[in-house]
């Protein structure tokens, strides 16, 4: 059974800083491509940063570009988010994807396996 369990979560001020993690189990995780996305309230769930299955080919959506940047430790099947200058826009509920494929996608049909998400807050 695969699993995918995301933390790090929290409140923080504007300008602040967090760390998400998501640790994978139940699945090769080299080898497959790795995304984080978020969802506000009443609002579609939106692609924030992908990584392809060697680490090296980081993508960002443009709202986050320069200030958040993924990564992902294979020895450790854990991926992260470092989230610098938070803004308060940056409050949402930000879920760990796993995809079967090499590559990174924008969309959220392209991934097979889901966290159940961890609460950012952002406050001004």
């Known amino acids: 059974q695969v699993r995918l369990v995301e933390s790090g979560g929290g409140l923080v001020q504007a300008g602040g800083s967090l760390r998400l993690s998501c640790g994978a189990s139940g699945l090769t995780f080299r080898g497959i491509a790795m995304a984080w996305f978020r969802q506000a309230p009443g609002k579609e769930r939106d692609f924030v940063a992908s990584?392809?299955?060697?680490?090296?080919?980081?993508y960002y959506a443009e709202s986050v570009k320069g200030r958040f940047t993924i990564s992902r430790d294979d020895d450790k099947n854990t991926q992260y988010l470092q989230m610098n200058s938070l803004k308060p826009e940056d409050t949402a509920v930000y879920y760990c994807?796993?995809?079967?494929?090499?590559?990174?996608?924008?969309?959220?049909?392209?991934?097979?396996?889901w966290g159940q998400g961890t609460q950012v807050t952002v406050s001004s």
């Open positions: 990584i392809n299955w060697a680490g090296d080919r980081p």
């Open positions: 994807a796993a995809r079967r494929g090499a590559l990174g996608d924008r969309s959220t049909q392209q991934y097979d396996y």
